[in-house]
């Protein structure tokens, strides 16, 4: 795994706990729609970070090996 993936992974990582966590303290303490809008844009970066991986990231040679 390169530098680059690694630092994508973590900060995807990050993104999707924070907007999980976010959007979870906004509905059940109640802190209001602004938390919750705030969690669905972070949950939105994660999925864009996650789509700057690399194809392959950590999965060895490319190669697949099971039926799609």
Sequence with gaps: MTGRSILLFA???L???G???LVWIGIKENRGALVV???MLALGVYGLIASLQPRFA???DGV???PA
């Design 37 to 39: 809008a705030l969690g």
């Design 15 to 17: 993104a999707e706990i």
């Design 64 to 66: 697949r090996r099971f």
């Design 19 to 21: 907007g999980a966590y």
């Design 58 to 60: 950590g999965l060895g």
């Design 11 to 13: 900060a995807a990582a």
